[in-house]
């Protein structure tokens, strides 16, 4: 039988990893989130006044649990939490790093972070322009306040539509797959932006909890960028890695 032959029957048997069957799930519940939210703008749309001001604190609403939901997630983001998280996103601490044995070779380092920053910001423009336009459109009352909302809750689903199925992000990033991304948590900064235009409690403490999270992870790219990348962190490599939360792109180089 042709070696290419095996190999593909063989990736074809490789079974789902807990993390990948983990997320997979978590897809599941984030798609009925969604349909959720549908049913509510349709059928209860005073559920979504929690966005107005302060009213987060007057009434109850199930948008309180997303709310939570959401904070849950980040703050996880910004704590060293081991075998719960996906590697990817926890890779900046030093309880998931593992040194290469032989010397590094720092300069290789340094052009490394300096390409994928660089890769990493002209996504952020692209980012930006996207808020920006979503802005002008709330700023004309072409969508409101619960419009937003279900931006930010369909980005919550594209989110793990990227980790799973495909990323356009990587078309820019050029990495070959999640755990070694660069921007991994990037994900709550790049899901509430929307809500900048929206103002009250609800959506400014997501900002700024996403703005957090997003700052903690740039400043350990700067201050340790030895535990983004593969040839210094050992734990990165395809051949260590645990959570094989791997796409199509990565299996090909398994």
Same mark, same amino acid.
């Given at each position: ?9 063989? +990736? ?25 939210? %549908? ?16 009213? &987060? ?38 309880? +998931?790093?593992?040194? %290469? ?8 380092? +340094? ?7 660089? $890769? ?28 937003? &909302? ?14 799973? %199925? ?12 999640? @755990?070694?991304? +660069?921007? &991994? ?27 957090? $999270? ?13 535990? &983004?990348?593969?040839? @210094? ?13 791997? @796409? ?7």
């Amino acid at each position: 039988m042709p070696k290419d032959i095996t190999r593909d029957k063989n +990736r074809e048997k490789r079974p789902i990893s807990k993390t990948r069957r983990q997320y997979i799930l978590k897809l599941i519940g984030r798609i009925a989130i969604f349909i959720g939210c %549908i049913y509510l703008c349709i059928q209860s749309p005073q559920s979504f006044e929690i966005l107005n001001g302060y009213e &987060f604190f007057h009434s109850f609403s199930v948008l309180h649990i997303l709310w939570v939901i959401w904070m849950l997630d980040m703050f996880l983001q910004i704590v060293p939490v081991k075998n719960k998280i996906a590697l990817g996103s926890q890779k900046l601490f030093a309880n +998931r790093f593992r040194p %290469i044995r032989e010397k590094i070779n720092y300069k290789a380092l +340094r052009d490394y972070v300096v390409t994928t920053t660089k $890769a990493a910001y002209k996504i952020f423009i692209l980012w930006t322009l996207l808020i920006v336009a979503i802005g002008i459109l709330y700023h004309n009352n072409i969508i409101d306040k619960t419009g937003i &909302f279900m931006i930010t809750v369909f980005f919550y689903v594209c989110d793990l539509i990227c980790v799973l %199925i495909w990323c356009p992000f990587r078309l820019i990033m050029k990495n070959k797959c999640c @755990t070694t991304c +660069r921007i &991994f948590n990037w994900d709550h900064l790049m899901m509430f932006t929307p809500f900048i235009s929206v103002g009250g409690f609800y959506a400014t403490s997501l900002v700024v909890m996403a703005i957090l $999270a997003w700052l903690v992870w740039e400043l350990c790219v700067m201050l340790y960028p030895e535990r &983004f990348w593969e040839k @210094t962190n050992l734990s990165l490599k395809c051949s260590e890695c645990t959570d094989k939360l791997c @796409t199509q792109y990565c299996q090909k180089l398994r």
